[in-house]
């Protein structure tokens, strides 16, 4: 099994510009989570899709970040325009279910620099 | 500016001794807790869970302990090697959904 996929791995990006963040969940899974991580916050859920669904969107800073899940296989965190303070690493999990037990997989995540 | 970021608690520990990581959870109605660990520029790897109606669960050298009561939950790693060195994370399951809280991580370095 190939994993949780994250594309690209580093993005290095100038302040103002559109950010489009890839992921692929690991086939059959039915749930997917985008979350960042900082030093100052620590990683924080950002919002999750369960069949293609956002159920919960509460973790979006603002209306700059935008998600979609256009089918099973393949979804997208989009920032726009980018800040500095948006640099962070960006994870992608899938989990089977969205069961309360169900494992979440991490994907490598993204290193995003916005300078 | 740059920002200051927080830092992580660590833990030092001699190879092959056992070491604890301690982590304190936030909502009393959290039923489903897990452990993951990161190792540097890597995703955060499952490593154990446990449902809040135990108070115990073993793996493979990994033991987690919850209690409730005080809200408290801890991951006893036996045997500790240099591959165990990585950030440890607990997390809770707060809404009966997928929905986690991460703690704030504990950084574990194992010396040979």
């Known amino acids: 099994d190939a994993g949780v996929i994250q594309s690209p791995r580093h993005e290095v990006t100038e302040m103002g510009q559109e950010v489009t963040l890839r992921c692929k969940p690991i086939?059959?899974?039915?749930?997917l989570f985008w979350y960042r991580q900082t030093m100052m916050r620590g990683l924080e859920l950002l919002i999750y899709?369960?069949?293609?669904?956002?159920?919960?969107d509460s973790g979006m800073p603002e209306d700059r970040f935008s998600a979609k899940m256009p089918n099973a296989s393949f979804s997208t965190l989009k920032i726009q325009p980018s800040e500095p303070r948006d640099s962070a690493v960006y994870f992608c999990?899938?989990?089977?279910?969205?069961?309360?037990?169900?494992?979440?997989?991490f994907g490598p995540g993204t290193r995003l620099t916005v300078l | 500016g740059e920002s200051v970021g927080l830092h992580l608690p660590t833990l030092s520990v001699q190879e092959g001794d056992n070491s604890i990581i301690n982590c304190a959870y936030s909502?009393?109605?959290?039923?489903?807790f897990i452990w993951y660990k990161q190792e540097s520029g890597k995703g955060p790897q499952f490593i154990i869970d446990?449902?809040?109606?135990?108070d115990k669960r073993q793996g493979q050298r990994v033991t987690v302990l919850l209690n409730k009561t005080v809200k408290h939950l801890s991951l006893q790693i036996a045997a500790t090697q240099p591959g165990d060195s990585a950030v440890y994370f607990c997390?809770?399951?707060?809404?009966?959904?997928?929905?986690?809280?991460f703690g704030q991580g504990t950084e574990l370095s194992v010396k040979p």
């Open positions: 909502n009393s109605a959290s039923d489903y």
């Open positions: 446990i449902r809040s109606n135990m």
């Open positions: 086939s059959g899974h039915n749930s």
């Open positions: 899709f369960n069949n293609n669904v956002p159920i919960d």
């Open positions: 999990a899938s989990s089977l279910y969205s069961a309360s037990t169900d494992t979440q997989y």
């Open positions: 997390a809770e399951n707060i809404n009966q959904g997928g929905k986690l809280i």
